[in-house]
């Protein structure tokens, strides 16, 4: 096994990794965790003359390349390491989750970041806050941000994210509590913004109060700031939004906003109470019958190397 082919991730790839790489090498040996081999001195290409990359008696996990000129079979842990880390991106991306990432690099056409020591793109039409400067574009090096991984090719090295699809699972499921701005009013209700994004939804007259309101203008003022809750829309590419259903009793955002405000989380909680239990019956079939979706890969498929909180 040639030096280079022992070390599966260079240092600046560490610091990206899901798995843990602080622990102890007794700790790497059990199901679903990767090992990770670290000589800083290799790794930083300043090998001590006459010193040893690995120690005598060090477990390896590697694949097989080939064969040398003398018919010796010719290793390596990098491909290895590499394969796991391409058949992890797949699952995830069949997972469906967004994930959390760290940005490390941009070019004029977006952010660069590493999942699993493998190079990622985030283009910027996929990024939640609209950019007009390279300087904006630049200042979010350092910076994490939630992701989902929409196009995956091992073949082409291709994997390129989206912070949009990832902020609409994140905060547009029914039930999220979200504060925005009122930007417009119209007669069938109000535009709100979300947050600071580029974001808006529609709050519908309907869905302001349960009271019976004669002007929208009365009771809602345009920039100002609000709290709704996400309710069921009837048009999938439509956000709809819900301050009706923040009230401990019909009406009171007419007569006391501020309570409602105040009761907001309370309130948005048993909303979300009432949903029905959607999320297994979202997950792919492979993953209800806890079926590994790639069993020729069966030798490093383990779903429980994932752990979500939500």
Request: include cysteine.
């Amino acid at each position: 096994m040639l030096t280079k082919e022992v070390l599966p991730l260079y240092s600046k790839e560490m610091e990206h990794l899901l798995c843990d790489v602080n622990k102890t090498e007794e700790s790497f040996m059990v199901q679903g965790r990767m090992g990770i081999l670290k000589n800083n001195d290799a790794i930083n290409e300043m090998p001590v003359p006459g010193g040893t990359v690995v120690e005598i008696g060090t477990i390896l996990f590697a694949e097989v390349l080939g064969r040398t000129l003398a018919g010796r079979p010719l290793l390596s842990t990098r491909r290895l390491f590499r394969r796991i880390a391409w058949h992890r991106l797949r699952q995830i991306k069949q997972l469906g989750e967004p994930i959390q990432v760290r940005i490390s690099e941009w070019n004029a056409k977006g952010l660069l970041t590493r999942i699993e020591g493998l190079r990622a793109f985030l283009p910027k039409a996929e990024l939640v806050k609209r950019v007009n400067s390279f300087t904006e574009l630049k200042e979010n090096i350092g910076h994490r941000m939630h992701v989902q991984i929409t196009q995956l090719d091992e073949d082409k090295n291709n994997l390129i994210l989206s912070e949009r699809e990832a902020w609409e699972k994140l905060y547009l499921r029914e039930g999220t509590l979200l504060e925005g701005t009122v930007k417009r009013i119209l007669p069938y209700g109000a535009q709100i913004r979300i947050g600071e994004t580029n974001r808006s939804g529609l709050l519908h007259v309907s869905n302001i109060t349960r009271a019976r309101i004669t002007s929208i203008n009365d009771i809602l003022a345009v920039d100002e700031k609000v709290k709704v809750v996400v309710a069921k829309s009837m048009s999938p590419d439509k956000i709809s939004l819900s301050i009706a259903d923040l009230e401990s009793e019909p009406g009171l955002f007419v007569s006391n906003k501020e309570r409602v405000f105040l009761e907001a989380e309370m309130m948005a909680k048993k909303y979300r109470e009432k949903l029905p239990p959607a999320f297994i019956s979202q997950q792919p079939e492979s993953l209800q019958n806890n079926v590994l979706p790639f069993e020729n890969e069966a030798l490093y498929a383990n779903w429980k190397w994932f752990k979500f909180e939500r």
